[in-house]
C-alpha cells in the first residue's frame, strides 16, 4: 500500500526531523546551514582542483587545494549562522572568533575534509563536525551537544546525533537530505574490523588483538577514510575501527577535537563504545586543539576485548 504524501519516512527532510528532536532553534539552524554547507564541499571534491595548495596545517602536513577550499566554505557558513562564537577546524592553527558574546551561542570543531588525499583515486571522504554550547571548546566530549558527519561516496549521506538517537539522512537529486535510517543502533559483537597504522609498528598487546580478531574469523574492512570506515561499522551495526598508539607515535594519528570526539559521540549514543585503550574517549579532557589519541571504536563487546590486550601490552 501506498503511504500517505508526507508521511513516509523517506519523506522527512532533516529540518522537520531536527524540529521533532525537542533543542533550541538556534541548534536546528546550526545543523542545517552545516548541511548546507556539505553540499558546496560535495561540488568541489567532484569538480575542483586536485593540486596542493602550497601551505601546511597545524600538523605539518602539506594541505591540498580542496582541504583549503572546504575549510573556507565550513568556516564562512558558519562565521554568517550567526548561532556560532568559537570555531576550531584541523585545517587552521588557532580558534576563529566570531563574537565575544558567546550568550546562547554554540562553538564548533570539525574536520572539513577527512581522507582529502582520497580524492584522487576516487574513494569516500567526509566531513566531521563536533557541537558545544557556549565559547569552550576544550572541554570532554560527552559535553558536546551535537555530533554529525557528511560521507561524500557514490550517495552522499549525513549522520547526526543530538543525544537523543543517531539518524541517517541521504541526499536527493535535489540535494535535499531525507531520512533513512532513524535511531541506527549497533549491536554487542561484530565480524569487520577496520586497522589504521602500520602493522609493524603496532605493540604486542595490538598485534594479538588483531590476531584475536582474524581468528575469530572477522574481515577486514579499512579504506583509509576514517568516516567511510566509520560509517560502515556504525551502519551495519558491528565491526570495529582502531588506529592504536604506534612505535614512535604513542597517541597515533587521528585527532581527539575534528575526528575522535564526534565520532566516539555518535558511535555511543548508537549502543557502541570509544576508548583510547583505558579511558573512554568523551572522558578525555583536551589540553590542545591539536590533541591525538589512540582509538579503539565500535561493538562494545569487541571494544572491551582491545581494552584487555592493550593493557597486556
Ligand atoms: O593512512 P593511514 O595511516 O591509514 O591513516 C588513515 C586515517 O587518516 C585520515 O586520513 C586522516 O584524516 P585527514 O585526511 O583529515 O588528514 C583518516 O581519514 C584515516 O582514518
Ligand atoms: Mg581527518
Ligand atoms: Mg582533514
Redesign the pocket.
Known sequence: MLSEPGKSKFQIDLRRHLRSQNICDKLVHLICEIAEASKYVINAVRTGDLGVAGTSNLYG?EQLALDVLSDRIMRKRLIHSGVVCNIAS?EMDEIYQVTTDSDGLYSVAY?P??????VDVNLAVGTIVSIFKGDNLLQEGRKQVAAMYILYGPRVSLVYSVGDGVHEFTMNQLMEYNLTRENVRMQRDGNIYSP???RNKYNEGDEKFIRYLEAKGCKLR?S????P?INQVLMKGKGLFM?PALNGSPNG??RLLF?LNPMAFLIEHAGGAATNGKTPILDLKPESLDQRAPIYIGCVEDVNRAMEYVDKA
Open positions: 602536513e584541523e574536520d575534509l577527512d581522507g582529502s588525499s582520497l589504521g597504522g602500520l579499512y583509509g577514510g576514517f568516516v570506515d588506529y594519528k587521528l575526528e
